[in-house]
Nanobody
Framework: QVELAESGGGMVQDGDSLRLSCGTS????????VGWFRQSPGKEREFVAA????????WYADAVKGRFAISIDFASYTVYLQMNSLKPGDTATYYC??????????????????WGQGTQVFVSS
């Protein structure tokens, strides 16, 4: 059973916006914190943002703070990542993942126990 599935990636230009979606299951939605990570070619996967099940608590990497926004659609168990003012440096494969509510660190990918397949974002200059 697929617990998380990303969609919404694509090719955009510098300064454009894009919204990524992460479809989850009710079990994931209620029992975990959902996060977004990204990985550029030749680089390690890095934390982007995370949100708790109430939507009341969010966390962001400094590199995206003020440009990206994570949110939840409670009706469809979907977690969104709205990406504004995109830069070529945001080019990466974006993954959504879940971590238990007892996670020691939301920023550590090893704390996440299920991942989506990834969706690619390419930002041209």
């Amino acid at each position: 059973q697929v617990e998380l599935a990303e969609s919404g990636g694509g090719m955009v230009q510098d300064g454009d916006s894009l919204r990524l979606s992460c479809g989850t299951s009710p079990r994931t939605f209620t029992g975990y914190i959902v996060g977004w990570f990204r990985q550029s070619p030749g680089k390690e996967r890095e934390f982007v943002a995370a949100i708790d099940k109430s939507g009341g608590a969010t966390w962001y990497a400094d590199a995206v703070k003020g440009r990206f926004a994570i949110s939840i659609d409670f009706a469809s168990y979907t977690v969104y990542l709205q990406m504004n003012s995109l830069k070529p440096g945001d080019t990466a494969t974006y993954y959504c993942a879940r971590t238990p509510l007892t996670s020691r660190s939301l920023y550590d990918e090893s704390e996440y126990d299920a991942w989506g397949q990834g969706t690619q974002v390419f930002v041209s200059s």
